[in-house]
């Protein structure tokens, strides 16, 4: 018996500075994941990263995300995902300046 179909972002990090970014509803990459399109549709997901993957001139490595719907947009639903919004690790830099 399969699993039933949760929500999900696409992401991917940008080629050129390696940032996370998240796919929108209207085909922009964001660095933001709030402002990502939440799929709930297992067919729209496919069809959503297939699109990605096809976008090898800006992103790399894009992939389904597992994600909730959350007061201000798209929430991430595991650890991994949530590490990623807060952006590299090894020493402040990027979205860690900006907090």
């Not at 799929?39 to 699109?51: G, K, M, S």
């Not at 959350?70 to 919004?85: K, L, Q």
Request: net charge negative.
């Amino acid at each position: 018996m399969s699993r039933r179909f949760t929500p999900k972002v696409v992401t991917a990090n940008a080629l050129i500075e390696g940032d996370v970014v998240w796919l929108t509803e209207d085909d922009r990459w964001t660095r933001t994941m709030s402002e990502a399109e939440l799929i709930d549709d297992e067919a729209h997901a496919e069809i959503r990263l297939l699109d990605a993957q096809r976008q090898a001139d800006v992103v790399v490595g894009a992939y389904l995300a597992d994600a909730r719907a959350g007061e201000d947009g798209p929430e991430p639903t595991h650890f991994r995902e949530a590490f990623r919004t807060r952006g590299p690790s090894n020493y402040a830099h990027g979205k860690q300046v900006e907090a």
